[in-house]
């Protein structure tokens, strides 16, 4: 029987993702502009495709997350604005769009950067160093977990 064993110098996957900090990516919208973005409603692109999901169900719930994703596409977040044209579109409650949204930790209820780094933290990967490599994120980036950097490039979350 053949076993794999995990040499010393191996390291998790976990800790492969600080190689990609160092990359410079292209220039994003600034971060307050992300924030304002909230106001404008959605575009009718994305309006339209949505009422596309929506005759693809039988029942309307069945489309509210991918018109969810549609949104946080769209936005790189979920405004409350957004609810309320969804739930038109949908025919469901606004306060169940709502509840759904919050629900997934998949959407951002705030602006994200442009970049999410999420570092898990069950104990399976706390045993692995999640602890360490949080902090060594939050070094690197300057930012406590939950926060922005002011460029809105990144974002750390656990």
């Known amino acids: 029987m053949h076993r794999c064993r995990r040499t010393q110098s191996q390291r998790p996957a ?10 410079p990516l292209h220039s994003l919208v600034p971060f307050t502009m992300a924030m304002q973005m909230s106001t404008n409603g959605l ?8 009422r596309n999901i929506r005759d ?3 029942d309307a719930r069945s489309a509210l997350l991918p018109a969810l994703r549609l949104v946080q596409r769209e936005y ?5 604005s957004a609810f309320d044209e969804v739930a038109a579109i949908l025919d469901l409650p606004p306060t169940y769009v709502a509840s759904v949204a ?8 705030e602006p994200v950067g442009r ?26 980036l300057g ?12 974002t750390l979350l656990e």
């Open 56 to 58: 693809e169900y039988p």
């Open 102 to 109: 919050s629900f997934y930790t998949m959407f951002h209820q």
């Open 43 to 50: 575009k009718e692109q994305t309006l339209a495709e949505i």
């Open 76 to 80: 790189g977040w979920l405004p409350e």
């Open 143 to 154: 930012i406590a977990v939950g926060e922005t950097t002011p460029d809105g490039r990144w």
């Open 14 to 23: 976990l800790w492969l993702r600080v190689v990609y900090l160092g990359v």
């Open 115 to 140: 970049h999410v780094i999420w570092v898990c933290t069950n104990i399976s990967c706390s045993l692995l160093g999640a602890e360490h490599l949080l902090d060594y994120l939050s070094r690197k």
